[in-house]
């Protein structure tokens, strides 16, 4: 009988340090994230213990300056250990994505005292970020935003909500966006709020149909008070931090799709190996293996795609539109690849024995954050033939 079943992710790293790297994340994950994944998402168990360990083993630092504390990676290896992880936990995954987005604005755009005072804990200390810049009216439309500060000497009074705040209510520190001029873009600053900031709270977690060990909410500034000293780049600048956090953000979010996606498909090679029906296994059967061969190739094209993008990245070129366009397509891939993966199992695919359903749960989310995929096509047209005509 012919042997079927999944094989390990045959990946193209630059340097030897990189393969010991994922090694490394390899064995932390089948240790420690794997065999409790499927029982903590079920139970809406937050992983901090896990992020503590992440830290604490360099992970949550990668692509950031060895003088800070950050583990000084390409991004093209940063991205490969985020998909690793999130095939094992989606909400580790992601959760590592959105802690390196909200230390992004302090590493590129705050002063060198500002880095040095607060990013060796950022990035190595055991602490864990959120990013704080859409509300409850304003989403795609990012720059309508209301949440004020208002300078009083030299202090800024903080006052509005946040919404859909991945870590929102345990992180320890927000990159938080807020207006502090004019309408529009340009009246929009960056703070580094900490967590325990008087005056701010957070609403229960959202009830989420997947990733329900990610706590999501809604923040609220009550007259908080942030010293001048936790501004990130100038009054007026902003928007220009969050967009350029967004971008690189985005090419996170494209990795753990295609983790997610990879996970599925490995599930539904297994399966389909294992599963016997008219006397051989059900991977013999051609309209199934044309399933798994358009899946794998959806998964290899996403990578190629995302991985382009960092390379881009890291030569210090520009790759706004080859991250809108990795985040679409390697997003869209996930949700194509986990709902056939289901198809795939069968009955056995619709129930919680399998996570198979759970991979089709959490790759729907992927659609929507960091931009949606409506926005993502918005942002590469833009890059074709130029802004809409008004």
Not at 30 to 48: D, K
């Amino acid at each position: 009988m012919t042997q079927y079943g999944p094989r390990p992710v045959d990946r193209r790293l630059p340097t030897e340090e990189a393969r010991d790297l994922l090694t490394l994340v390899r064995d932390l994950v089948e240790r420690e994230i794997e065999p409790v994944a499927a029982e903590q998402e079920e139970a809406g168990r937050f992983p901090r213990d896990t992020f503590a360990l992440l830290s604490e083993s360099g992970l949550l630092s990668l692509p950031y300056a060895e003088e800070f504390g950050g583990g000084n990676q390409p991004y093209e290896v940063y991205l490969q250990v985020l998909e690793e992880l999130a095939a094992a936990r989606l909400t580790v995954g992601l959760g590592v994505s959105v802690h390196t987005l909200a230390c992004h604005a302090l590493a590129e755009f705050g002063t060198k005292e500002q880095r040095a005072a607060h990013l060796p804990a950022m990035l190595g200390g055991g602490l864990l970020g959120a990013y704080c810049l859409s509300e409850p009216a304003s989403g795609s439309d990012a720059a309508s935003l209301t949440t004020k500060a208002v300078r009083d000497g030299d202090t800024w009074v903080l006052d509005g909500s946040k919404a859909w705040i991945t870590h929102g209510g345990v992180a320890d520190f927000y990159t938080v966006l807020a207006r502090t001029g004019e309408k529009g873009a340009r009246g929009i600053t960056a703070f580094l709020v900490p967590g325990d900031a008087e005056g701010l709270t957070a609403a229960a977690p959202e009830r989420k149909m997947g990733m329900k060990g990610s706590p999501t909410a809604q923040l609220h500034f009550d007259g908080v008070r942030v010293p001048d000293a936790r501004r990130i780049g100038d009054e007026g600048q902003g928007f220009t931090v969050a967009l350029s956090a967004l971008d690189s953000g985005r090419l996170g979010i494209a990795a753990c799709a295609i983790g997610v996606a990879q996970a599925a498909l490995d599930e539904a090679l297994a399966y389909t190996a294992s599963r016997q029906q008219f006397g051989r296994p059900i991977a013999d059967f051609q309209g199934l293996r044309f399933m798994l061969a358009e899946m794998a190739t959806q998964i290899e094209a996403g990578r190629a795609l995302y991985l382009s993008a960092a390379r881009l990245k890291d030569a210090g070129r520009p790759f706004a539109k080859e991250a809108a366009m990795a985040k679409l397509f390697c997003t869209d891939a996930a949700m194509r690849v986990t709902t056939d993966a289901v198809q795939l199992l069968g009955g056995y695919g619709y129930t919680l024995d399998f996570p198979a359903e759970r991979y089709m749960r959490e790759a729907k989310v992927l659609q929507i954050v960091e931009g949606t995929n409506q926005i993502q096509r918005m942002v590469v047209a833009r890059h074709l033939v130029g802004p809409e005509s008004r």
